[in-house]
């Protein structure tokens, strides 16, 4: 299983709001009005154990903040964040382990509980139509309500928002425009706008290690979706402009994107046994070559093991599955759907799914 970190998302999502300036902002600009009167952010601090499952850590991440209240009291408001790329049908409950664990680690160290507010941060490509609330997942007669836990998580689904309404200084604006835009084509036309923000940042002293992270990321997630040359021709107009020095630093920070792209890539398809798309790779000759050979290898395994499933559950399967699964080659898609093939309840369940996805 790989390791979060490996997940370029992951990795920049944790980059970005582990950023004390970057959490101070969206929490500011984007939670409930009533509810961020409650915090003083002055005393934001980053928490550093993570509780996300072993089993999970290839898909998930989360951030855990603490923060006290305007009143001066000793309660304090753990602040969740969990990130999705994918509509989730299950994150309730995942979120509600993670509270769990919390509280189970407080009651370990012999500490008060203290409320978690959980917040889930999505920025894939079709709307979040998953209900936040933990009850909704289970259907039951109203009597038998008073006995199930319910709670909601707060949604930012970056899909809803214009970019117009994207709030805060640059740091946090560059972090949500990248997440917004990284599955996107229209990524290619709001690189100079990005590339702007982070001239910006580069005149800050402390800006220059997330300028890094941003470029590093954009290169290992946007391979294939972006052109390689406009991503260098656009980075260099914005940057050159800094002197040689900085133009030549933005440079060096993409081509070290692009390795760790490819270093996943390899790591992914040997940690998963696909030869097939590593052969046809170094056929090619070409790390666009290795790369795209990659991503059909696990394309494959993951469109398989999807098949396989439902396969497994519910026997011959309609072409409405077959042919839309036979068009996929999203990893992180199939990813999703994999799970959903083992969770679902039905044959027509799944199909309502692909067809929430927009996939059918």
């Known amino acids: 299983m790989l390791d979060a970190v490996t997940n370029p998302h992951d990795k920049f999502f944790k980059e970005s709001f582990s950023q004390l300036e970057v959490a101070q902002d969206f929490l500011r600009y984007y939670l409930p009005a009533d509810v961020t009167a409650l915090f003083d952010l002055t005393t934001l601090t980053l928490y550093k154990d993570s509780f996300v499952d072993p089993e999970l850590q ?5 951030l855990l903040y603490e923060v006290r209240l305007q009143d001066g009291g000793e309660a304090h408001i753990y602040v969740l964040f969990e990130h999705k790329s994918y509509p989730e049908p299950y994150t309730a409950l995942q979120v509600l382990r993670y509270m769990v664990k919390i509280w189970d680690y407080t009651q370990r160290q012999g500490l008060q509980f203290s409320p978690i507010f959980p917040v889930v941060l999505y920025h894939g490509t079709v709307a979040w ?16 309500k008073p006995y199930m836990p319910e709670f909601r998580y707060w949604l930012c689904d970056l899909s809803q928002y214009a970019d117009s309404d994207l709030k805060g200084a640059a740091w946090l604006q560059v972090g949500l425009l990248m997440l917004k835009y990284i599955f996107r084509d229209e990524l290619t036309e709001r690189l100079p706008e990005i590339a702007q923000l982070l001239r910006t940042l580069s005149n800050e002293q ?117 042919q839309p699964l036979s068009r996929l080659d999203d990893v992180a898609c199939l990813t999703a759907l994999h799970k959903e093939a083992v969770l679902t309840p039905s044959i027509q369940a799944f199909i309502a799914y692909l067809h929430e996805m927009g996939i059918a």
């Open 58 to 62: 290839e898909h998930f991440s989360d």
């Open 129 to 144: 139509h998953r209900p936040p609330n933990f009850q909704a997942m289970l259907p039951m007669p109203a009597p038998l």
């Open 206 to 322: 402390t800006g220059l290690a997330y300028v890094e992270a941003v470029l590093r990321y954009l290169v290992a997630a946007a391979s294939g979706r972006l052109d390689e040359h406009v991503i260098h021709a656009t980075i260099a107009e914005t940057f050159e402009a800094g002197g040689e020095t900085m133009g030549t630093l933005a440079q060096q920070w993409l081509e070290r994107g692009k390795q760790e792209g490819l270093q996943q890539g390899l790591q992914q398809g040997l940690q998963q046994g696909l030869q097939q798309g590593l052969q046809q790779g170094l056929q090619q000759g070409k790390q666009e070559g290795l790369q795209q050979g990659l991503q059909q290898g696990l394309a494959t395994k993951a469109r398989e093991d999807v098949l396989t499933v439902l396969g497994l559950r519910f026997g011959a399967l309609p072409l409405e599955i077959v």
